[in-house]
């Protein structure tokens, strides 16, 4: 059965439907464009607080040039704060045809019809690939559902922003936890995608007076009067950039101490991870490691480069999908000293999947 036989239905109203078990697991309610409840009728409708809206978009990295998706746009402030701050281009997306009458109502009222549109759709059978940032709030069931279709769909380096909730095996590439305290919203780092020996943890943070939200402190409750976000309650969010494709065969050609070279490389990918070996001029092996993809852009390690000195090579490059070359430099570390050479790859075959 396919994802849009299966799941007919918007991420908002599919999230109302369990509202109240993850209420009890995290304590509070604060759900863009959910009705707490399978029928949305039965109980006050809960926006996501627009502190946490803005850093959603900040946290997208979101310019002028972007097209935001937002899929069960609710009331349609997602894409309304991106075309009024930002002036980014927006679609909302929602299958409940009153949460699409008032996202209609606040574009108007923001001055923004001319950028933002609003579809009453199912939103596996919308298509995303005019899309460069896509924002969620969905049920992990439908963000394991929606991920094959992010990931055909959307470009290199487009980027997705999902509240509260992850991609499974697809590990975000930055997660951050976003504080409501007295006095404004505090951002804690709390971990990226790393496969360079870097720590995941960080103790930084990023706190924003009450000002950051363009509004006055009444935006922290809707006109039910629930308060969304309450004393040291907590929002997740999580950050993906769709990787290009390098998995394949790649040969380039090195100038060494003894002449040019020609290096080989099998390469081995798993959404933003690459793995894999490289081939020496001799013909013998070396592990690749620590490899990531973002967007376009690679970055992977070879320890034992050359089994005689124990150099470690550095490539960094950025992927050419037209010619299907990578371009950018290796830095080769040894006895001491650091050198950096220009690089160029071609890929001689990709590898069949599975």
Not at 223 to 231: E, L, N, R
Not at 258 to 285: E, H, N, W
Request: net charge negative; aromatic share 8%; charged share 30%.
């Amino acid at each position: 059965m396919s994802d849009t036989t299966q799941w007919k239905w918007s991420g908002r109203r599919a999230l109302g439907t369990a509202i109240g078990i993850w209420a009890a697991v995290f304590g509070w309610l604060a759900v863009s464009g959910v009705a707490a409840g399978e029928d949305e009728g039965d109980v006050p409708y809960v926006p996501t607080p627009q502190k946490v809206v803005n850093k959603m978009l900040k946290m997208a990295e979101i310019s002028k040039d972007d097209v935001v998706y937002d899929l069960g746009c609710g009331d349609g402030r997602i894409v309304v704060t991106a075309a009024d701050k930002y002036g980014a281009k927006g679609i909302g997306v929602d299958i409940d045809p009153q949460r699409i009458k008032e996202s209609r109502k606040n574009a108007k009222e923001k001055g923004v019809t001319d950028l933002v549109e609003f579809r009453e759709q199912d939103l596996f059978k919308t298509d995303l690939t005019e899309a460069t940032i896509v924002t969620l709030y969905l049920l992990p069931d439908v963000n394991r559902k929606l991920r094959p279709k992010l990931l055909k769909q959307l470009r290199p380096g487009a980027r997705v922003v999902s509240h509260s909730f992850d991609m499974d095996e697809w590990k975000a590439d930055k997660k951050v936890r976003v504080v409501e305290k007295e006095g404004g919203v505090e951002l804690v780092d709390v971990g990226d995608f790393s496969e360079f020996g870097v720590s995941l943890g960080s103790s930084g943070s990023d706190t924003d007076s009450e000002s950051d939200s363009g509004e006055s402190s009444q935006s922290e409750s809707d006109s039910s009067g629930i308060s969304p976000v309450v004393g040291n309650s907590k929002a997740t969010l999580y950050k993906w950039v769709v990787p290009a494709d390098f998995a394949g065969v790649w040969s380039w050609t090195l100038k060494t101490s003894a002449g040019k070279r020609t290096y080989g490389a099998i390469l081995k990918q798993t959404f933003q991870g690459i793995s894999g070996q490289m081939v020496r001029p001799d013909q013998t092996k070396a592990t690749v490691t620590n490899g990531k993809v973002k967007g376009y852009q690679v970055r992977f390690e070879v320890p034992e480069a050359l089994k005689s000195d124990g150099q470690k090579l550095l490539f960094e490059g950025r992927l050419d999908p037209k010619r299907d070359v990578i371009e950018g430099n290796v830095t080769i570390f040894g006895n001491g000293e650091e050198k950096t050479l220009d690089w160029k790859a071609i890929r001689a075959n990709p590898l069949e999947d599975g």
